[in-house]
């Protein structure tokens, strides 16, 4: 069977400051998983705990009450609506998010590389394509030595043009380790975390670079990693990037029902 395009694991609602757009609501994101026939609707909004020491000016205000306001979410019988978060990962076992409210959430999202916060992340001084391409392999493999409710946690995507935005992001997928990439995905595999398919940045440009943008998922399909579909959405427009996008993706790295994550 087909992989199926039925739901969205990523999506930021107004909430976020990012996107801090009021047609970006639950109502509203709910509405287009409805349309096309979703089953699941995940909204995760940017997120930085207030047990968590040491937020960027960014974090700040974005903490655990803050996201709540979008509580209760809207029901639907069609659509399973999930209230998720995107935590942080700061390297050296710091993540945003305490485990002490792990339960807050039923999706944590984690970024490996949102290095464009070079203060937070860690990543001033990375200053090569090889140098970005070693970092992201690295917090992977930190990530995997965590206690983390792993059936619960989707790694996002690690195709993200902010993994080197004064660099060719093409470039660092290229340069990743195979052996130590490998490794790091059999360990997500056995975990049980999922492996986010995140259609935003598969923007057109994206088919001048094919085998540079699939490399990292293939090698994570073929170490038995699962995937999940992800919009990212800010925008009420940017929804459509799954239904648009997918398919192609699915088809190129020839992903099958067997392939999907299940948010339990
Ligand atoms: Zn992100
Ligand atoms: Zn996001």
């Given at each position: 069977m087909?992989?199926?395009?039925?739901?969205?694991?990523?999506?930021h609602?107004?909430?976020?400051?990012?996107?801090?757009?009021?047609a970006?609501?639950?109502?509203?994101?709910?509405?287009?998983?409805k349309?096309?026939?979703?089953?699941?609707q995940?909204?995760?909004?940017?997120?930085?705990?207030?047990?968590?020491?040491?937020?960027?000016?960014?974090?700040?205000?974005q903490n655990?009450?803050?996201?709540?306001?979008?509580?209760?979410?809207?029901?639907?019988?069609?659509?399973?609506?999930?209230?998720?978060?995107?935590?942080?990962?700061?390297?050296g076992?710091?993540?945003?998010?305490?485990?002490?409210?792990?339960?807050?959430?039923?999706?944590?999202?984690?970024?490996?590389?949102?290095?464009?916060m070079?203060?937070?992340?860690?990543?001033?001084?990375?200053?090569t394509?090889?140098?970005?391409?070693?970092?992201?392999?690295?917090?992977?493999?930190?990530?995997?030595?965590?206690?983390?409710?792993?059936?619960?946690?989707?790694?996002?995507h690690?195709?993200?043009?902010?993994?080197?935005?004064?660099?060719?992001?093409?470039?660092v997928?290229?340069?990743?380790?195979?052996?130590?990439?490998?490794?790091?995905?059999?360990?997500?595999?056995?975990?049980?975390?999922?492996?986010?398919?995140?259609?935003?940045?598969?923007?057109?440009?994206?088919?001048?670079?094919?085998?540079?943008?699939?490399?990292?998922?293939?090698?994570?399909?073929?170490?038995?990693?699962?995937?999940?579909?992800?919009?990212?959405?800010h925008?009420?427009?940017?929804?459509?990037?799954?239904?648009?996008?997918a398919?192609?993706?699915?088809e190129?790295?020839?992903?099958?029902?067997?392939?999907?994550?299940?948010?339990?």
């Amino acid at each position: 069977m087909s992989f199926p395009i039925d739901h969205d694991l990523h999506c930021h609602t107004q909430l976020s400051l990012c996107s801090n757009d009021p047609a970006q609501t639950p109502q509203s994101i709910l509405a287009f998983a409805k349309a096309h026939a979703y089953t699941v609707q995940c909204i995760t909004d940017h997120l930085w705990d207030s047990l968590v020491p040491g937020p960027n000016g960014f974090y700040s205000t974005q903490n655990i009450e803050h996201v709540n306001r979008n509580l209760p979410l809207p029901k639907d019988e069609q659509v399973r609506m999930v209230f998720g978060c995107e935590t942080e990962y700061c390297g050296g076992g710091k993540l945003g998010l305490d485990p002490s409210n792990y339960g807050v959430f039923d999706f944590i999202v984690i970024p490996p590389n949102h290095y464009h916060m070079s203060g937070l992340v860690h990543s001033e001084g990375y200053d090569t394509e090889e140098k970005r391409a070693g970092l992201l392999v690295e917090r992977l493999e930190e990530l995997t030595r965590m206690e983390l409710p792993w059936h619960k946690v989707g790694i996002a995507h690690m195709t993200c043009s902010l993994i080197f935005t004064q660099g060719d992001q093409y470039k660092v997928y290229e340069l990743v380790d195979e052996g130590r990439f490998r490794a790091v995905m059999r360990a997500f595999a056995r975990l049980g975390a999922g492996i986010e398919l995140n259609l935003s940045s598969f923007a057109p440009a994206w088919h001048e670079h094919e085998d540079a943008m699939l490399r990292l998922y293939r090698l994570a399909g073929e170490e038995g990693c699962k995937f999940y579909l992800a919009s990212d959405a800010h925008h009420p427009a940017e929804l459509s990037v799954i239904p648009e996008r997918a398919p192609e993706v699915i088809e190129k790295l020839g992903l099958t029902k067997e392939d999907q994550f299940i948010l339990s």
